[in-house]
């Protein structure tokens, strides 16, 4: 298939039918490069879980796209392919296609997104890197709303967004007088609460097939790959969505900050891992959340919690993340050094909540933004701990971090 127009690289965080590279493309004149690289999958040693979310949902696209008329050039990790790099990858794609020029989505991580801007240079050819607008906030539009101001609080921020997108909103008045109902999303969570535990969905044949491949090739990565409960298509992400809507939804403001040992996900949606690879689109999440509030199906406090976690602090850390780099992941405001400890890795230790989090995300790969921000990220604070190599800790063992 020598001679295509585009050759469109899909990343593994951009599993959307809607992605701006693709929406560029024409499926009967061009080619879609997907690949599983042990480069990638080794930056940190990323949970075994995490891998077999990432690998197998990127299958299951390369499927969803070829049944979409998309010729689809997928390099499974098994292959002699998988141990190349992105640019590796590509020369190889351009040498047996002959594009008239590459199509990316711009990266979500400043590391792979100067890899691309070397690629017009590398190969003598036009390379066309597009915005990914499934976020909410582009990066222009965030350093111009930072320009200027003396504090970057993410408060001020979130009151634009909701503007912006008109979510909770009465004409330009927030719903209910006021933008954030924070304060009455800090209950203690009893054990006579029922608990609804999310959507889990058994592992197919590819999901399989993975499980497989990630324990013969990452045995010495943190975490079990078993028991898997993750979606790794669209359709069964937009069902643990639906279920969350349903079950939890109602409940998520009242115990949104608590904790109680024993349970890992109280009202939870545990749905980020699929908002952040592309499986659920972010706006259609929130308005699918106020619906619920509309329709007297969940309180406002709930449902304002919920929009405030997207359109303010998702879209308030990715546009911080890209006013600062480069440099911000070596920040280090109160110079500490220490190492982290390995009980963040064993869960060998006799502080309680350390030891339930770590076990949880070892079997999990997932815990919620209290356990993070209140315990594992508190404690490292407290003692000093590299915040790098804390970093590098969240990178490696969540299954949504990216």
């Known amino acids: ?66 049944a979409g008329g998309w010729t689809v050039d997928y390099a499974p990790l098994g292959s002699a392919d998988g141990r190349a790099g992105f640019t590796d990858r590509l020369a190889q794609a ?17 590391r792979v997104s100067q890899e691309i801007a070397r690629w017009g240079a590398r190969f003598s050819i036009p390379v066309d890197v597009l915005p990914d607008c499934r976020f909410l906030c582009s990066i222009d539009t965030f350093r111009a709303w930072a320009g200027g101001r003396k504090q970057l609080r993410m408060e001020y921020f979130y009151r634009e967004m909701r503007r912006r997108t008109g979510l909770l909103m009465d004409g330009d008045q927030p719903v209910g007088g006021k933008w954030n109902f924070d304060s009455e999303n800090r209950k203690a969570a009893g054990t006579d609460l029922f608990m609804p535990r999310p959507e889990a969905f058994a592992p197919d044949a590819i999901t399989r097939e993975v499980i497989d491949l990630v324990k013969a090739r990452f045995g ?33 403001g009242d115990y949104q900050d608590a904790m109680l040992v024993g349970e890992p996900f109280l009202y939870h949606a545990v749905i980020s891992q699929y908002l952040n690879c592309g499986l659920l689109d972010a706006m259609s999440v929130c308005r699918g959340a106020e619906a619920a509030y509309r329709a007297g199906k969940a309180p406002l406090n709930a449902v304002e919690g919920f929009i405030r976690q997207i359109i303010g602090w998702r879209e308030y850390v990715r546009g911080i993340y890209w006013l600062k780099m480069p440099g911000y992941e070596r920040s280090n405001f109160f110079g500490h050094t220490r190492p982290l400890p390995d009980f963040y890795w064993t869960g060998e230790t006799d ?13 999990e790969a997932y815990a919620h933004h209290i356990q993070r921000l209140m315990v594992t990220g508190n404690f490292a604070m407290l003692a000093g701990i590299d915040p790098f190599a804390l970093h590098e800790w ?9």
């Not at 690289?9 to 599993?15: E, N, P, S």
């Not at 992400?237 to 639906?242: E, G, L, P, S, V």
């Open 1 to 66: 298939m020598a001679g295509v127009r585009n050759l469109i690289f899909v990343l593994g965080d951009q599993l959307t039918p809607g992605l701006s590279s693709l929406a560029a493309g024409d499926p009967t004149r061009d080619v879609v490069l997907m690949a599983e690289l042990h480069n990638e999958a080794t930056s940190v040693r990323h949970h075994k879980k995490k891998l077999v979310f990432i690998f197998s949902a990127m299958r299951h696209f390369a499927g969803e796209l070829r």
């Open 220 to 252: 010495n990565h943190f975490g079990d790959p078993a028991p898997f409960r993750f979606a790794v298509t669209r359709v069964d992400a937009q069902a643990a969505f639906t279920a969350f809507i349903d079950r939890a939804l109602p409940r998520f």
């Open 394 to 402: 969240y990178l490696s063992v969540y299954a949504d971090a990216f």
């Open 351 to 363: 502080m309680a909540c350390v030891k339930a989090v770590v076990r949880q995300t070892r079997e």
């Open 94 to 110: 351009i040498s047996e296609y002959r594009p008239a020029r590459v199509v990316v989505t711009e990266a979500s991580e400043w």
